[in-house]
């Protein structure tokens, strides 16, 4: 059991990507042949598990996983990221989660996934792992586990003194009790407006960064004290909520080979950023040079940058990162 609580602990899915890279992407009912296929490793749970251990975070990863060969792979390649692989499930009745991605020559994807096994990560494991859930310095959560888990998961960690973080990707309606129990949630800004529109609150009427500002007020209404919607090579805009303040941070200018992953990469460094005490903007300023580099490679734990890299990209953009 891990007693010291100084590891970010990351809960989510664990997938094996096959991807296409193609010119452009087909329409409907047309093939699109010439592209070139390759096999990655992914999954949002484990792609940012990845990102915070090469940032130099003790992470820790909860997942369910097939005893088919694919598992077998992402269990390895999680013990050479030097992740604890301890309290992961083997799930012998469901494969692996699959992810079917197409990335074309600005490197945009589309994606179709078949959860597998990351679908029957219950209740029940995750009450089997309240100790480890309570005693987390940081927790993150995406949505590609059943949202009664992802209920389950924030109110263990509420009562722990644990920043809890919830990625809303692949987004879905989410109830109020769980966002009351978020502290921090990580948006693109397409998520950020349908939250906004399942939420109920009144229809946004403005443009551009006005109605990112307006759908952060909204939500954030619900007790969460940090916003961050990333805005791909734009970079982020982070809100404040107990200040009603609002912060504004480009991306750094790059040739963009393959996006998928970056979102994940950012996540996964901010929050190995924040467990080593950074304050938010640091912490932010890092993810994004990160992300950055993340998306000049190809895959999604493949491109995720070790700690010595992102360093020496501060360096030349001499950001500050203390």
Same mark, same amino acid.
């Given at each position: ?22 010119? $452009? !992407?087909?329409?409907?009912? =047309? ?8 096999? !990655?490793?992914?999954? #949002? ?8 251990? $090469? ?5 820790? !990863? ?26 992961? /499930?083997?799930? +012998? ?26 679908? *029957?990560?219950?209740?029940?494991? /995750? ?17 590609? @586990? +059943?949202? =009664?888990?992802?209920?389950? @998961? ?8 644990? @920043? ?13 009790? /769980? ?33 990112? /500002? ?19 090579? *734009? ?42 005490? #950074? ?13 950055? @580099? ?29």
């Amino acid at each position: 059991m891990i007693n010291e609580n100084d590891y970010v602990l990351i809960i989510g899915s664990s997938n094996m990507d096959l991807n296409i890279y193609i010119k $452009r !992407f087909p329409n409907r009912g =047309e093939t699109v042949t010439g592209g070139t296929f390759k096999q !990655f490793l992914g999954g #949002k749970g484990a792609n940012q598990a990845v990102a915070a251990a $090469r940032s130099g975070a003790k992470t820790i !990863f909860i997942g369910k996983i097939g005893t088919d060969l694919f598992g077998d792979q992402m269990i390895s390649q999680l013990i050479d990221e030097k992740i604890n692989i301890d309290f992961i /499930i083997r799930d +012998p009745q469901n494969p692996s989660g699959v992810a079917f991605i197409l990335i074309d020559e600005n490197g945009e994807n589309m994606i179709s996934v078949a959860p597998g096994a990351n679908s *029957k990560l219950n209740i029940e494991d /995750i009450n089997n792992r309240q100790e480890l859930i309570k005693n987390a310095k940081i927790i993150v959560v995406q949505m590609e @586990i +059943p949202m =009664e888990s992802i209920q389950r @998961i924030f109110y263990i960690a509420s009562q722990g003194n644990v @920043i809890k973080i919830l990625n809303p990707a692949p987004l879905k309606p989410i109830p109020i009790e /769980i966002l009351k129990n978020v502290d921090i949630i990580i948006p693109n800004e397409g998520e950020l407006f349908r939250l906004h529109s399942l939420l109920n609150f009144k229809e946004l009427i403005n443009e551009g960064k006005q109605k990112i /500002i307006h759908a952060s007020k909204d939500i954030s209404s619900l007790g969460i004290s940090y916003i961050i919607t990333t805005l791909g090579n *734009k970079g982020c805009l982070i809100y404040f909520g107990k200040d009603n303040k609002f912060y504004e941070l480009p991306a750094p200018l790059v040739k963009t080979i393959d996006t998928v992953g970056a979102g994940d990469c950012f996540i996964g460094v901010l929050a190995s950023m924040l467990s080593e005490g #950074k304050i938010i903007i640091n912490a932010v300023k890092i993810a994004t040079v990160a992300a950055s @580099i993340a998306v000049t490679r190809k895959g999604a734990q493949e491109s995720m940058p070790f700690l010595d890299e992102i360093q020496n990209k501060l360096n030349a953009l001499n950001i500050n990162n203390k």
